[in-house]
T-cell receptor, first 111, second 116 residues
């Protein structure tokens, strides 16, 4: 049973525009959420995270929004750059001991 | 930033043999290390969580006798795939969690295992 879902397997965005990647979860016990970026044949790289007590966290061009009532989080990248093209995984954690990953969204930023 | 290495990056082995994959945290101490397997076009699947000095906790459906995990020190964990079969061919990724920042894992570059 997939507890963390990324329903869009791929997304294409024009350079300079906003990229919005979405993630839904089912377990209300999740207390920490993370986004990872992954290039082919490499391990994921941590991008940004948010605690369940917050609804927004911003780091440069990356902002993560959390809507607990909807069990939904999203990653906004603005402005999008060609180097942002990668697969993005969202993940959710319970007390930092268990991590559940979504299936990933492949982002392509078109120059 | 925190660096996690894996060795080897690629390995090809014959069916029935065993393969060991090493995961090292290079510049921090990791009390917890995680082992993942990634299937094509699918998510990372957590296989097991290992804490230094104790037995690994395996996820449901993962055979602990087939995937042996040893977390010998705060900087090294090993995954041994025993009696490998072609269906074990996959991309194996480890990650390490630093003591003070347990929520943020740092991933190794992965190991591509091909069993012929």
């Amino acid at each position: 049973d997939q507890q963390v879902k990324q329903n869009s397997p791929s997304l294409s965005v024009q350079e300079g525009r906003i990229s919005i990647l979405n993630c839904d979860y089912t377990n209300s016990m999740f207390d920490y959420f993370l986004w990872y970026k992954k290039y082919p044949a490499e391990g994921p790289t941590f991008l940004i995270s948010i605690s369940s007590i917050k609804d927004k966290n911003e780091d440069g061009r990356f902002t993560v929004f959390l809507n607990k009532s909807a069990k939904h989080l999203s990653l906004h990248i603005v402005p999008s750059q060609p180097g942002d093209s990668a697969v993005y995984f969202c993940a959710a954690s319970i007390t930092g001991n268990q991590f559940y990953f979504g299936t990933g969204t492949s982002l392509t930023v078109i120059p | 930033g925190a660096v996690v290495s894996q060795h080897p990056s690629r390995v090809i082995c014959k069916s029935g043999t065993s393969v060991k994959i090493e995961c090292r945290s290079l510049d921090f101490q990791a009390t917890t290390m995680f082992w993942y397997r990634q299937f094509p076009k699918k998510s990372l699947m957590l296989m097991a969580t290992s804490n230094e000095g104790s037995k690994a906790t395996y996820e449901q459906g993962v055979e602990k006798d087939k995937f042996l995990i040893n977390h010998a020190s705060l900087t090294l964990s090993t995954l041994t795939v025993t009696s490998a079969h072609p269906e074990d061919s996959s991309f194996y990724i480890c990650s390490a969690s630093a003591t003070s920042r347990a929520y943020e894992q740092y991933f190794g570059p992965g190991t591509r295992l091909t069993v012929t």
